[in-house]
């Protein structure tokens, strides 16, 4: 330790009031919320028996199971289905149902469908698109709704029922008690859609060589859900915000032409009467393939089908066990290739069906990516329980139970650009994911649709750059700051119902991803946040969770008060912006300061007769203190002090300090988050620094820290790999023309 002797406090104010440009913006941001720390009891549900404080299900938890023995039909001249379904619905709640409610998704193509009436339109000229015109105002409109034959008992009785738009109220005759299950059947049959055309989440494309890709789902009336927070489930399909279902056993048959190749959710149950024996000897091989993908069917075999057409028809049979949905793909056109992936010891199958458009790059790319996403969310979440996961090629991006449908079709002459390469593993690695969010984590994504499509999305990213490191993911905290800094009243919190959000991908895909990343990555820390995840994720397997039942698993299982995290980043649509207002250097020296020099000068004093008032301290002489001194001077308290310590004591003190720096930092944005600060050295070494948001708990316009080192401090930078979605980087370095540590820092901002 050095003892202070001779010493002046220097003191060099350096300014940087670098003000942040406030985003364009209709209202203010200002800062409403007067204590951002506050807890979340004002905004979550109170706990009881059926969901606990800890986030888990209670003890009186319970949830509705649906089952289903269905025979469908598809007439590809007519491009129609068929169906009769025959349900069973288990009444597990505590609760006499008077009426089960049944969605008929296909209702919003019906010719009466209100859906066209709720969007804003704009006259499109011939001029502008001739396509888009004879669609708009010439052609005729497609009738797609459901015709419902017949809603019967089980005992062939006709049951009163009420269709209101894409919801149909089943009328009983006496309420449903708990315990107790309730059959009846549904007959009915639809037009399928060319998605390519008009749209949708499912449908048929129709080739030049004459043939259909068709991909089938929310095909047949489903239940909705009823349960112990909101009841029924019952909000209108308008076309966007997808469908909270119930679990249970399905049986299905589906009839198609006899040429075609078909997958879909659950275990096929007569491969013999579908497949030839060397598709079953090729399907086995494939099940000890872990590397590669086998070919089930090549593409030699499928253009050769292609050029027939066969009258006949074959039934494949289906079973699936504890599944909210179904659906199917089929086409004669379909390449079908699958291999092994080991999770944890069980084999799951990764298979893709592909017309020849889609190659090279679905032979290159789609199974392994199958496979690679079961391997990655296993991980962060559960074990894959299903047995398979199908990736279809159409041009969309659909997912459903064990089945999912996505785009990526290379040019005519197979060429593909690495941009498109990239979208087709993003989206398979996205829609593969919705198995675990919500096909099993089963959220309501028309009410929080987030929670479907922001934690797949979360997860889907971590997937995505196992498969590439180099993967740009487009949901890491830098790729929302244009989103969260832009005009606020063009932007919704997370917490908004699904149909009525502004700007719906950023809103319910980029930014729950980007901020659960942040939580990851910066906040909490990967090892407490993935436990935290798979605590909640394996809580509610196969059950109805709750945005409070997700909030409160992550702080339960990792000790963390985060609701200052959930208030700001979901309920609010407040930014960040932090940086540093202005820099107080201090420094030790044995030279008057000039200050000193120049206050003694004004009042006419001298130096050496009274230091003390001028931050100055002159070592006592033959013991002699002088006067004034040990009172007007910190120094000389501080050596009296020193000087009366034990050796032992003076041993455990550090070398003292030169350098002290005071560093102001400002939070111009509404949002509190942690400061990560990266500390650059005279002799160029680089330190890193990180205060969690709590900095902010007294204070949240200001705060202060002090910096003691023996070396010079040239520069401060703020979240320097843009962590924390700071919309306004300007103001984020001292000093702020510094050439060095603030250009790097712009080339980080650019990349």
Wanted: contains cysteine; hydrophobic residues 35%.
């Amino acid at each position: 330790m050095r003892i202070l002797k001779y010493c002046f406090l220097s003191v060099i104010f350096i300014s940087t009031s670098l003000f942040a440009q406030e985003p364009t913006s209709a209202k203010p941001q200002g800062h409403t919320d007067q204590n951002k720390f506050r807890q979340m009891k004002d905004l979550l549900a109170t706990p009881n028996e059926t969901r606990t404080a800890s986030g888990a299900p209670g003890y009186k938890y319970t949830q509705q199971q649906v089952d289903y023995v269905m025979d469908i039909r598809l007439d590809e001249n007519t491009s129609q289905i068929f169906g009769d379904e025959k349900i069973t619905y288990h009444n597990n709640s505590k609760d006499h149902l008077q009426y089960l409610w049944i969605q008929l998704d296909q209702n919003m193509r019906a010719k009466d469908s209100k859906t066209p009436d709720v969007k804003e339109e704009s006259f499109r000229t011939p001029f502008n698109s001739a396509q888009a015109f004879t669609k708009s105002n010439l052609q005729e409109t497609f009738d797609g709704g459901f015709n419902i034959e017949h809603v019967k008992n089980d005992n062939g009785s006709d049951l009163s029922y009420t269709i209101n738009q894409t919801m149909m109220r089943i009328n009983l005759a006496k309420p449903l008690a708990p315990g107790d299950t309730f059959k009846f059947e549904i007959k009915w049959w639809y037009n399928v859609n060319n998605h390519v055309t008009q749209g949708g989440r499912s449908g048929y494309e129709a080739f030049p060589d004459g043939n259909n890709t068709y991909v089938i789902a929310q095909f047949f009336p489903r239940l909705c859900v009823y349960n112990n927070v909101e009841g029924w489930q019952n909000m209108q399909f308008w076309g966007r915000s997808e469908f909270a279902l119930e679990f249970g056993n399905y049986d299905v048959k589906l009839t198609v032409p006899a040429d075609h190749k078909m997958e879909a959710t659950g275990e096929l149950q007569n491969p013999k009467d579908v497949l030839t024996k060397e598709q079953i000897k090729r399907f086995e091989l494939a099940k000890k393939s872990f590397k590669d993908p086998v070919f089930i069917v090549t593409q030699e075999e499928a253009e050769a089908a292609e050029k027939q057409r066969s009258t006949k028809l074959k039934t494949w049979h289906f079973k699936a066990d504890k599944v909210r949905d179904f659906a199917f793909a089929t086409s004669r056109k379909f390449l079908w290739d699958a291999m092994a992936v080991d999770i944890n010891g069980r084999s799951v199958m990764a298979i893709s069906l592909y017309s020849k458009e889609g190659n090279p790059l679905w032979e290159e790319h789609s199974t392994r990516v199958v496979a690679n996403t079961l391997e990655e969310y296993s991980k962060l979440t559960f074990d894959y329980p299903y047995s398979k996961a199908v990736s279809v090629h159409a041009e969309m991006g659909m997912e459903y139970p064990m089945i999912c449908f996505n785009y990526g079709r290379p040019n005519e002459d197979g060429t593909y650009s690495e941009r498109l390469k990239r979208g087709m593993i993003g989206v398979i690695t996205h829609e593969v994911g919705h198995n675990f969010f919500p096909m099993i984590v089963n959220s309501d994504e028309r009410q929080w649709t987030w929670m479907d499509e922001g934690l797949n999305s979360f997860v889907e990213t971590l997937a995505e750059l196992d498969y590439d490191p180099n993967y740009i993911t487009g949901n890491l905290p830098k790729d929302i700051v244009p989103y969260m800094g832009g005009d606020q009243s063009n932007i919704s919190p997370i917490m908004s119902q699904g149909d009525y959000v502004h700007q719906f991908g950023p809103n319910a895909y980029t930014k729950p991803a980007a901020g659960l990343y942040m939580l990851r990555q910066t906040i909490m820390g990967p090892e407490l946040f993935d436990y935290a995840f798979r605590t909640y994720s394996q809580r509610w397997m196969f059950k109805h969770p709750t945005p409070a039942d997700f909030f409160r698993s992550m702080e339960d299982a990792s000790a963390m008060d985060l609701d200052w995290f959930w208030r700001g980043w979901f309920y609010t649509t407040d930014y960040t912006d932090i940086g540093v207002k202005d820099v107080k250097q201090y420094y030790l020296t044995d030279q008057p300061t000039e200050n000193a020099k120049e206050r003694a000068k004004r009042f006419k004093m001298d130096l050496a007769d009274y230091p003390g008032r001028f931050i100055y301290y002159a070592e006592a002489v033959d013991g002699v203190i002088p006067q004034d001194a040990k009172s007007a001077s910190d120094f000389a308290e501080l050596n009296t002090y020193l000087e009366s310590l034990s050796p032992e004591e003076k041993a455990k003190l550090k070398e003292a300090p030169k350098h002290f720096y005071q560093v102001t930092f400002e939070k111009p944005g509404g949002l509190v988050m942690p400061i990560i600060l990266e500390i650059t050295y005279e002799d160029g070494t680089v330190e890193r620094k990180k205060y969690p948001a709590e900095i902010w708990r007294y204070n949240e316009f200001e705060v202060k820290k002090v910096f003691k080192t023996n070396k010079a401090i040239t520069s401060f930078v703020i979240d320097p790999d843009l962590e924390t979605a700071d919309v306004d980087t300007t103001n984020n370095a001292w000093p702020k023309d510094d050439a060095t540590a603030f250009s790097k820092f712009k080339e980080k901002v650019k990349g």
